[in-house]
């Protein structure tokens, strides 16, 4: 169910995973976003081409990382999304990444593994046949995945590219604050780490569209709460929800938070508070649904509820 989710959210917005959330098909975010260092800034002037690095809205994805933008000064449509994991990564935790990742693929929509990335003996690459590619590297103990925008612009050779340029950078890659946090995430933090069955070490927090969206992670698990309005992604999520489970569908059940909530066998959660303000609640990779209910119930009244 959840990959159906949001593959129409994809199918709406950008495609992008890995094997697509949907956190990944958001709008720009006009609120400036708080960050030790921009790889996009630091990587851009090595790089052939007009380019130029912005500020990118948050990507819950694990581990958790910082995220800019490289855009195609030429065609602002062609860009290329780069997350720089928070935490070092081991190269234990860096197999298990990709062994998630693989997981997740399988239970996708698209027919297709991880593949060797090109860069190095550890990298890897995603390369769907009706979907734009991505590319993992691990670089100075932190994991760096590079991911196209949209479907048929550049390509799996130009991700090789950065990929390779970040990994030969002078001076190495932005130092990053483990701690980012907004007063409108604390009362979640206490349910997010029994979520995470531990302290949340690392922390992400922004307004995205004028609402909370909070991020905390482990070394290997991310749980988040995100909102918006009528025609955002968490707004989408929680139509198709509503309409599975109204229709009975498996995997698909009613939890109560907010005015309306519903929650898949995965964990994901989506509910609404009165008729304008939708919320997404999720882990990544997944986790019981009966450890992220108690996040949304806590979150609920930051949003209105």
């Known amino acids: 169910m959840r990959r159906a989710i949001t593959i129409l959210a994809c199918a709406l917005t950008a495609l992008s995973l890995p094997a697509c959330k949907s956190s990944d098909a958001q709008q720009q975010v006009a609120n400036p976003i708080e960050r030790s260092g921009n790889l996009c800034e630091r990587v851009q002037p090595t790089l052939a081409g007009s380019w130029k690095a912005e500020d990118s809205e948050p990507w819950s994805r694990a581990p958790l990382s910082d995220n800019c933008w490289l855009i195609d000064t030429a065609r602002s449509s062609h860009r290329i999304r780069v997350a720089l994991s928070v935490l070092p990564v081991t190269a234990a935790e860096y197999v298990d990444f990709r062994k998630a990742e693989a997981q997740e693929l399988r239970g996708s929509a698209y027919v297709t593994a991880p593949v060797d990335g090109g860069v190095g003996p550890e990298s890897w ?181």
Not at 153 to 177: N, S, Y
Not at 251 to 269: A, F
């Open 125 to 305: 690459a995603v390369i769907p046949a009706a979907a734009a590619p991505w590319i993992v590297v691990r670089s100075n103990d932190r994991l760096v995945r590079l991911k196209e925008n949209s479907d048929g612009q550049g390509g799996i050779d130009e991700l090789r590219t950065v990929a390779k340029a970040i990994t030969t950078l002078a001076g190495g890659l932005p130092a990053a604050k483990a701690v980012i946090e907004r007063p409108e995430c604390t009362r979640g933090t206490a349910a997010a780490e029994k979520a995470l069955a531990g302290k949340a070490i690392v922390r992400r927090d922004n307004l995205v569209a004028g609402f909370a969206y909070c991020q905390w992670g482990s070394n290997n698990h991310v749980v988040y709460s995100r909102a918006g309005r009528v025609g955002s992604d968490p707004a989408l999520n929680f139509r198709y929800m509503h309409d599975a489970g109204t229709a009975a569908s498996v995997g698909v059940h009613p939890v109560s938070v907010g005015t309306e909530g519903w929650q898949q066998s995965d964990g994901y959660l989506a509910y609404r508070i009165g008729q304008q303000t939708f919320v997404s609640v999720a882990a990544v990779p997944d986790i019981s649904p009966a450890k992220l209910l108690p996040l949304a119930q806590a979150m609920a009244p930051t949003y209105g509820g």
